[in-house]
């Protein structure tokens, strides 16, 4: 098994923070030149696996999977109940950072629950991400309420986005806004447009998820993209059908190529455009618990198993579109 390098936490923090400005703002800056038409779409694909369906394993365990599995990187948690438990991100993102560089795992991508640029521990948790060079990271989301009217809830939204866009900058980190069905905010993806548009940022863009956009644009999820292509700097897969349950219609999440997700399509979209982004795999059909970041009933070879028969699918999936 690896170990950790000997480097001191504070001491690889101290390095990070006196790097040359060519060195650490590498990253994000330049982000939305790879949107432009001119260029072309990548041969191989960055794909992270959302960490929550791994949370049954420690920094060790988890990296190990994902490489065996064939991932390029974690898409960690960085929440409650995360691998990462914001209180403690200043000593836990260097450790579990330090485990994913010894796999050769990209320590670019990471989701939250930071919402508000005034919280002590959500700044600490984007600066301390900031030093150790991670790129993307995923908010939190903002909901419609019954007592509050659609447009005042865009307001109250933009004016957080705005607050986080700004201590981004200032980072050099992009945040992602997930377009996630229901009542939340940038389900229908012009509400999230409309935020987008006005702050004039590479710092906080789009986390587009295709099935949640699928659930709620049903076959015109399309338009939807055309609309918010332009500001998206990471992606999420997933696939699902809808079930019905106790007499109610529902989402019932598979295995990616088993539901309604028209990847073909939607591939052909991202090599049309040119997106060469971060894609997260979220792991949501049962595994026994571990989809819901819980302890599995489900043995683990099973489990890895069916993970890996996800990435397989992207993979080749993305070959076949030329």
């Not at 939204?157 to 986080?164: C, S, T």
């Not at 590479?202 to 918010?228: C, P, R």
């Amino acid at each position: 098994m690896k170990k950790l390098k000997n480097a001191s936490r504070r001491n690889f923090i101290k390095q990070s923070a006196l790097a040359s400005p060519a060195l650490f703002f590498s990253g994000p800056q330049i982000a939305k030149s790879m949107w432009s038409p001119q260029n072309s779409a990548p041969k191989e694909l960055k794909v992270f696996l959302f960490s929550k369906v791994l949370q049954f394993l420690d920094y060790q365990g988890m990296s190990e999977a994902a490489k065996d599995m064939g991932f390029d990187g974690l898409d960690l948690t960085v929440r409650p109940k995360g691998h990462v438990l914001p209180e403690n991100v200043v000593d836990d993102l260097y450790k579990a950072t330090e485990v994913m560089k010894s796999f050769e795992l990209l320590p670019q991508l990471f989701s939250t629950n930071v919402s508000d640029m005034q919280d002590p521990i959500h700044r600490k948790v984007l600066e301390t991400a900031s030093q150790l060079n991670y790129q993307y990271y995923r908010t939190a989301w903002f909901k419609y309420k019954k007592d509050k009217g659609v447009l005042e809830t865009v307001t109250f939204a933009r004016k957080k986005m705005e607050g986080l866009a700004a201590l981004n900058e200032k980072l050099n980190i992009q945040g992602g806004y997930q377009n996630h069905s229901g009542h939340y905010f940038g389900s229908s993806i012009w509400d999230l447009h409309r935020v987008l548009e006005k702050l004039n940022t590479n710092h906080l863009g789009s986390q587009y998820d295709i099935m949640h956009a699928t659930v709620e644009g049903g076959k015109n999820w399309e338009m939807g993209f055309n609309l918010i292509q332009p500001y998206i700097n990471t992606i999420v897969l997933k696939d699902f059908i809808w079930a019905k349950k106790k007499g109610k219609w529902s989402v019932q999440y598979v295995p990616l190529g088993e539901g309604m997700i028209d990847f073909k399509r939607f591939f052909t979209l991202l090599k049309k455009n040119a997106i060469d982004v971060p894609i997260s795999i979220h792991v949501e059909y049962d595994l026994g618990g571990a989809e819901h970041g819980k302890d599995p009933s489900m043995n683990s070879k099973k489990i890895l198993k069916k993970i890996k028969k996800d990435i397989d699918f992207v993979r080749q999936s993305w070959k076949e579109i030329h």
